[in-house]
């Protein structure tokens, strides 16, 4: 079983910046596509951004031009780092690991780590 740990997360003023970061807990996983995927109350979980091993990235268009996803692959580590922060990035963010990315959309993988709050106020 994998387990993937989030960090990173809290709570940040309007403007401001947080990175977030996944990584699998005690186990020679290997990272493959992954994704950041958020759910605000009340909504439903929505896709962030997603990058495949290589690096090729995909993003939400809320979310262009101001988040980025990179991942470290000697670390085993991916990254979402967030900046220009809005009151409606306020949810609680997921990484996700395994997932399928086509020329058109990404799929979700397997994998889940608990999640993290980021709250933005204004």
């Known amino acids: 079983q994998v387990q993937l740990v989030e960090s990173g997360g809290g709570w940040v003023q309007a403007g401001g910046s947080l990175t977030l970061s996944c990584a699998p807990s005690?186990?020679?996983?290997?990272?493959?596509?992954m994704a950041w995927y958020r759910q605000a109350p009340g909504k439903q979980r929505e896709l962030v951004a997603a990058?495949?091993?290589?690096?090729?990235?995909k993003y939400a268009d809320s979310v262009k031009a101001r988040f980025t996803i990179s991942r470290d692959n000697a670390k085993n580590t991916v990254y979402l780092q967030m900046n220009s922060l809005k009151p409606e990035d306020t949810a609680v963010y997921y990484c996700?690991?395994?997932?399928?990315?086509?020329?058109?959309?990404?799929?979700?993988?397997?994998?889940w780590g608990q999640g993290t709050q980021v709250a933005v106020s204004s």
């Open positions: 996700n690991a395994d997932v399928r990315i086509t020329a058109y959309s990404v799929f979700p993988g397997d994998y």
């Open positions: 005690g186990s020679s996983f290997r990272l493959n596509a």
């Open positions: 990058v495949t091993r290589g690096g090729t990235t």
